[in-house]
C-alpha cells in the first residue's frame, strides 16, 4: 500500500491525549457529551435497516460493526454491550492501548487493531455497518479514506459519515467558540480548511457506490448541556448510507 490516509500530525495530537479518553470531565469532554445523540441515531437505523427488536436486550446480536478511528472505543463498548460483533481501528497505537484496557476492564471482548481504513480494506474484510465519526477532517488523502471505508461495508450494510460543515458558523462555534473561548476542545484540534460540506460527503459516498438514505445535524442546547438531532446541519452533521444488496 504506497498511498496512505495517514497525517502524523493529527495522529501525534490524539497520542498525546489518549490518557484523557475515559475521563467525562477531560479532553475529550464534548465526545462524552455527544455520545448520546450518535448511539441514538446508530441504534435506530440499525434496528430499522436489519429489523431487529428494540426491547431485546441485545439487539444486534450477529451484527458486526467497525468504528473507524475509535480513539479510546467510546462508541465500541455500548454497541458492544448490545450485543453487535465489533471492530475498532485506530492509527494511533497508543489510542488502541487505552481502548484495550478499558475493554478488558469492562468485562467486553472488542476486537481493536492499529491500523487503517485503506489497510483493513486490502485484507478485504466487510462489515455491516461502519462508523466514520468525526474523523474525516483529521485524515490526509479523504478521497482515498473515503473510498477505504466504503469498500469496508458489506452488500445491504450502513454506513453513518460524521464531521464538521465547511461554514462561517462552523468556524465560529467550532474552533473559536469550543476552543478558543470555552475551551471544551485543544486549542488546534480542527482545522476549518479540512472541514467538508454535506455535499461534498454525499459526492464522495455515492462516487464509491453508496445510496444516501438519510441525514441529520447535530446541533448543541446549553439550556439542557446535551446535543440533540436537528434539521440544521449549518456546523455538526451525520450522513447515513447503505450498500446496495446484491440481487
Known amino acids: 500500500m504506497t498511498q496512505t490516509t495517514i497525517n502524523q500530525a493529527e495522529i501525534a495530537k490524539f497520542t498525546a491525549m489518549a490518557e484523557e479518553w475515559w475521563d467525562p470531565k477531560g479532553k475529550f469532554k464534548p465526545l462524552h457529551k455527544f455520545s448520546p445523540v450518535r448511539l441514538g441515531y446508530i441504534r435506530d437505523h440499525l434496528l430499522s435497516h436489519f429489523g431487529r427488536d428494540g426491547s431485546a436486550m441485545r439487539p444486534f446480536e450477529g451484527l458486526t460493526i467497525l468504528d473507524v478511528g475509535c480513539g479510546g472505543g467510546l462508541l465500541c463498548e455500548p454497541l458492544a454491550r448490545l450485543g453487535a460483533s465489533v471492530t475498532g481501528i485506530d492509527a494511533a497505537e497508543r489510542n488502541i492501548t487505552i481502548a484495550k484496557l478499558h475493554a478488558e476492564q469492562s468485562g467486553l471482548e472488542i476486537d481493536y487493531q492499529a491500523t487503517t481504513s485503506e489497510a483493513l480494506a486490502a485484507t478485504g474484510k466487510k462489515y455491516d455497518m461502519?462508523?466514520?465519526?468525526?474523523?474525516?477532517?483529521?485524515?490526509?488523502?479523504?478521497?482515498?479514506?473515503?473510498?477505504?471505508?466504503?469498500?469496508?461495508?458489506?452488500?445491504?450494510?450502513?454506513?453513518?459519515?460524521?464531521?464538521?460543515?465547511?461554514?462561517?458558523?462552523?468556524?465560529?462555534?467550532?474552533?473559536v467558540g469550543a476552543e478558543h473561548i470555552l475551551r471544551w476542545l485543544p486549542v488546534g484540534t480542527h482545522d476549518w480548511n479540512k472541514f467538508l460540506t454535506p455535499d461534498e460527503i454525499k459526492a464522495l459516498l455515492t462516487r464509491n457506490g453508496l445510496r444516501i438514505t438519510g441525514e441529520t445535524g447535530v446541533v448543541y442546547h446549553p439550556l439542557t448541556d446535551e446535543w440533540r438531532a436537528s434539521r440544521d446541519m449549518g456546523v455538526n452533521y451525520m450522513v447515513m448510507a447503505e450498500?446496495?444488496?446484491l440481487s
Not at 136 to 146: A, F, I, K, Q, R
Open 243 to 245: 450498500r446496495p444488496a
Open 130 to 175: 461502519v462508523l466514520n465519526m468525526e474523523v474525516v477532517e483529521h485524515v490526509d488523502n479523504v478521497p482515498l479514506y473515503m473510498k477505504s471505508c466504503a469498500d469496508l461495508v458489506k452488500p445491504g450494510g450502513l454506513m453513518l459519515t460524521a464531521t464538521l460543515n465547511r461554514t462561517a458558523r462552523a468556524y465560529a462555534l467550532a474552533i
